[in-house]
Each structure stands twice: as C-alpha cells, then as structure tokens.
C-alpha cells in the first residue's frame, strides 16, 4: 500500500505548481542568483592583457586548466572574477571531512548537532580563504610568468589578483548559501551545474562545425548522440539505486497503551560518494600535462616529466587503467567517511530498531558494512564505465571534454537532487492545503452540530 506521501506526490501536476507561489518565488530568486553568478564569469581580473592571456590559454587548455574552465563556466577562458569557482571550498569541505575522522576534537564536534555542525562549517570556510590565497597567488605567479600577459608586474598585481579571486570565491559561498536558504537548496551544486551547462551552446556548435568540415562523420555525431543519452540513462537508474536494509522495532508500551512493532527500511545508496571520486580522479591524472605544459611554455621541463605527461595523455592506455584504479579507490574512501557503519548500528539499538536475524551492535555494524562494501563495487565499476567509455570516444574523436563522464554526471545528479527539492516543496504545500480543509470542514461541523 502506498503510503500518504507517495499517494500526495502522485497527485501533483501543473494545476499545483501554479497554486505554489512560495516556491515561484524561490525558482525566479534561484534563476536571479544564477545570472549573477553568470554575469561574474565575464568580469576580468584587473591588469592583464585579455588577447595576450586567451594564446596561452589556448596553449594550456588540455590539462587540469581545461576541466576547471569547464567547472567555471568559462571564467578560467577568461580569467575572471569566479575564476577559482568554488573549488576551493569543496576542497577544503572534503579536507574537514577527512580530518573529522582523524580528529576526536572535531568528531565530538560533529556529534553536537547544529552547533557543532556551524562551527565545523565556519572552520571549511576559514580553509577555503586560505585555499583561496594559495591559489590565487598560485595564478598571479603564473601569469607574470607568461610573455607579456600582465601589464604591470609587481606585489601590486600579486596583491589585487588575489584580493579579486578571492572576493570572487567568497561571493559565490555567500550565493550558494542564500540559494541553498531562499531558493530551492543545493546553492553549491547549482552554480557548478549552471558553469556546466554554460559551456552546452558551444560545445554543440564545436560538434557540429566538426561534421561540417568533415573531420568528425555523421555517423560519428549520431554516436555520440546515442551514447550521451545511453549515459544519462544508466547515470539515473544508478543514481536512484539503493540496498534496503529491513529494519523491526519491537513493541512499547506508553502508558496503558501497547503499540505494535513497527517496520522500516535503512537505505543505502549504490553510489555513496556520488560524482567526487570521478573529479578528484582526473584532477591528480591531468597535473602532470598542467605541469608540462607550464614549464614549457617558461623554456623548461624535464624529458621525463614529459614522457610521462605523453603516456598520461587522455586515451592512452596507461592513464585509462589508473584512472579506473584511482576512481575505484576514491569510491571506497569516500564513502567510509560519509558513511559510519558502527555510529548507524549505535542509532539503532538506542532506537529499539534491529536487523532480523543480526544481533544489535557490533554484529549489526559489521553487517552494514559487509553490505555497504559489496554495493559500493557495483558503484565504482558505475563510475568507472561512466568515465572511461566516453573518455576513451573523445580522445578518439577529439571532440569537446564537456561530452566526458564528469560533466554529464555532475548536471544528471544535480538536475535529479533539484527535481527532488522542488517535489517536496509541492507535497509540504500540498499536505498544508489538505490540513486547511480539514480544520474548516471540523469548523462546519461543529457549529452544525450546535445550531
């Protein structure tokens, strides 16, 4: 039997959605924010030459800097204020997250509730300020040290560049948070989804001037047609996999009432650690070509630092079998820190909940953890066919890295969150109509019933 929210969500239709005026309101200040953020991405960093800095740009555009333009929605290209996007911040969110399970400090922090969690918060945006200046001084280095880039070079320049892509990234954190608060929620996700998306006109444009020149055949853009759609697919039947775990409550007794035992479910999502393991995979994979590419361009750069960078090129054998290896073990870390197994069994037996057949406990810890492990295989080699197929298609056909794995998983799995967010915006208002109606008809009766 259905329970009331699925039969609520099976009632929604546009009729609701024109009815919803609180949630209109966060959609139009959510596509706000996002065209602010989209308007950032064209402001340049002050002092540096913008037809000088699009050469080197384009000399350089393979490695890790070509991925973080696609990130950025272009402002990398560009070398704008949202440079940095919000890069350093996830960084420093996945570093605190790593040292929570280091830190007793910061693990009985965690354990505080709200108040733990804004202060482990403030700490990740602290981090992320540092992030930021390294960074950000990183960049200002690098462009003094390109032919005729800056215009004026100096501490001057060193100082404003970093203040700027530091304000930048600071702004997007702030946006993210007020999306996340007054709009439909996944602030964070949404700016990295719409920098995506920026780059779908031209990535569209760049495949079609292929076929027209004939450097790319029809059957080839038909391919890739099927093929994204084949991804997107298999990305949202993944997505919304999940293990469930059978979970009995026995009977309590609340005064002189006996209530039955109850039943439920501990779901386990089949990909845990969602798109971070693909990200962080092919960032460490293309700083060897970043690195490259940089030395060469100031007339250096080790012959070994180069062959290597040529056996790490995107399609080469070797880069494809550790790519696979990398994301396989990021999956695995990643989900034993977003994912505490004995912490889970302790919530349970201080609940009265039990798996049947596994005693509370240790045993029950162990038990998840078993389960968790053998659905986590299945989603690393998700992953990893999600990555290397078509990364293997567009080395071959050398068309844009946007049609890559990455990207496509990064905007299915924000779109699915996004369309979740606004559906529970429909039923809370759906369920608040049905309360309204209910405490009027109990009204009526009533004063019925007095006449």
Not at 241 to 255: E, N
Not at 259 to 283: C, E, M, R, W, Y
Not at 387 to 407: Q, W
Request: glycine share 10%; charged share 15%; net charge positive.
């Amino acid at each position: 039997m259905a329970s009331a929210a699925e039969q609520l969500a099976s009632n929604l239709s546009f009729s609701t959605f024109s009815k919803a005026k609180e949630l209109q309101k966060r959609i139009l200040f959510t596509l706000g924010a996002l065209l602010v953020y989209r308007l950032g991405t064209y402001i340049p960093v002050p002092g540096i030459d913008p037809a000088a800095y699009a050469r080197t740009f384009e000399q350089a555009s393979g490695g890790l800097t070509g991925m973080l333009n696609m990130f950025s929605g272009g402002a990398v290209r560009r070398m704008a204020l949202f440079a940095l996007n919000l890069i350093p911040y996830i960084t420093a969110s996945i570093v605190l997250q790593v040292l929570t399970t280091a830190s007793p400090k910061l693990e009985a922090l965690k354990k505080e509730g709200e108040s733990g969690r804004r202060k482990i918060n403030q700490y990740t945006r602290y981090l992320a300020v540092v992030f930021c200046v390294i960074q950000g001084y990183g960049i200002a280095i690098g462009l003094e040290s390109s032919q005729g880039v800056v215009l004026n070079p100096g501490w001057f320049f060193r100082l404003s560049t970093v203040v700027t892509l530091v304000g930048g990234t600071m702004f997007l954190m702030w946006l993210g948070e007020q999306i996340t608060q007054r709009g439909v929620g996944n602030g964070i996700s949404l700016i990295i989804f719409a920098g995506i998306v920026a780059s779908l006109p031209g990535t569209v444009v760049q495949t079609l001037e292929l076929s027209r020149t004939g450097a790319l055949p029809t059957i080839g853009v038909v391919g890739l047609l099927v093929l994204a759609i084949a991804v997107i697919a298999t990305i949202v039947f993944f997505e919304r996999a999940q293990r469930r775990l059978l979970i009995q409550y026995p009977k309590r007794q609340v005064g002189n009432k006996m209530f039955q035992g109850d039943t439920s479910h501990l779901p386990l999502k089949l990909n845990t650690s969602g798109v971070i393991p693909v990200i962080f995979a092919s960032s460490l994979l293309l700083m060897p070509a970043t690195f490259t590419s940089f030395l060469s361009q100031n007339g250096g750069g080790a012959s070994w630092l180069q062959v290597v960078a040529a056996m790490l090129g995107r399609g080469q054998p070797l880069y494809l079998l550790l790519y696979a290896l990398l994301i396989g073990f990021f999956a695995f870390f990643y989900t034993s820190i977003v994912f505490n197994p004995t912490e889970t069994a302790e919530n349970l037996k201080k609940s009265g909940g039990f798996i049947p057949g596994i005693r509370p406990g240790e045993k029950t810890a162990a038990h998840i953890d078993y389960v968790l492990s053998r659905i986590t295989v299945v989603g690393a080699a998700y992953l990893m066919l999600i990555a290397l197929i078509p990364e293997i298609l567009v080395a071959r056909l050398n068309v844009s890295a946007f049609l890559g794995g990455t990207s496509l998983l990064i905007m299915v799995t924000v779109t699915l969150d996004t369309i979740s967010q606004i559906q529970s915006h429909l039923i809370a208002q759906q369920y608040d109509g049905l309360v309204k109606r209910s405490r009027l008809g109990g009204r009526r009766k009533g004063k019925k019933s007095r006449r």
